[in-house]
């Protein structure tokens, strides 16, 4: 059963600290995507990425937040330095191609101090 | 601007009642229209998409939606609402197969015994 794989699921760090993101996404799905879910925001797009490239990443705080996808098997999200605002639930998706559904992983929950 | 409305932030239905949870959009074009469930401490999962053809779409777990180009609606619904339904519901628009999703705010399902 094909999945998209987060690591780690929960992650307590302390304020100015790096924090970084994996995801696996689906073999064979070219589009990877990040999201971030807060209580008071929902769900916000960060980047996505086609072929591996960064199509948009105007979602992300530029000056701590940065997303790579090193290989077509990995997508990383980096936070550093982290702040208490971060805290949130980070999603990876993944999708095929253009347009169809969206595959998302667990989670990663991250909680900033 | 493009957006996603779920009006409801919360439906209440008795067990065994039908349930119907609400979306509207503003999107031009022919959007691609989705619904996700997340439970709690879960990632989003797809339940059913609508690209083109019959207006009534189904899904899984004996969801179905209703498309309505007049109204530019798209309400999920299930005849026989189980306790196991309880979750958070998406809906989501792709304007025309793009790689931009749009997310509602979410509705909470909670069905009562």
């Known amino acids: 059963d094909a999945r998209v794989t987060q690591t780690p699921r929960d992650k307590v760090t302390e304020m100015g600290q790096e924090v970084t993101m994996r995801c696996q996404p689906i073999?064979?799905?070219?589009?990877v995507f990040w999201y971030r879910q807060t209580m008071m925001q929902g769900l916000e797009l960060l980047a996505y990425?086609?072929?591996?490239?960064?199509?948009?990443d105007s979602g992300m705080p530029k000056d701590r937040f940065s997303a790579e996808m090193p290989d077509a098997t990995l997508a990383t999200l980096k936070i550093q330095p982290s702040e208490p605002r971060d805290s949130a639930v980070y999603f990876c998706?993944?999708?095929?191609?253009?347009?169809?559904?969206?595959?998302f992983g667990e989670g990663s929950r991250l909680t900033v101090l | 601007a493009q957006s996603v409305a779920q009006p409801e932030d919360q439906v209440n239905v008795a067990e065994g009642n039908p349930l119907t949870v609400k979306c509207t959009y503003s999107?031009?074009?022919?959007?691609?229209l989705f619904w996700y469930v997340q439970y709690p401490n879960r990632g989003l999962q797809f339940l059913l998409k609508?690209?083109?053809?019959?207006?009534l779409v189904k899904g899984s777990y004996g969801f179905e939606a209703e498309f309505n180009k007049s109204q530019t609606s798209f309400h999920l619904k299930k005849p026989s609402a189980l306790v196991s339904d309880s979750a958070l519901y998406f809906c989501?628009?792709?304007?025309?197969?793009?790689?931009?999703?749009?997310f509602g705010t979410g509705t909470r399902l909670k069905v009562l015994a």
């Open positions: 998706a993944s999708a095929p191609g253009g347009g169809g559904e969206l595959f």
């Open positions: 073999l064979g799905h070219n589009t």
């Open positions: 990425f086609r072929n591996r490239a960064p199509l948009d």
């Open positions: 999107v031009s074009g022919n959007p691609y």
């Open positions: 609508y690209i083109t053809g019959d207006n």
């Open positions: 989501a628009v792709n304007p025309s197969g793009t790689y931009k999703y749009i």
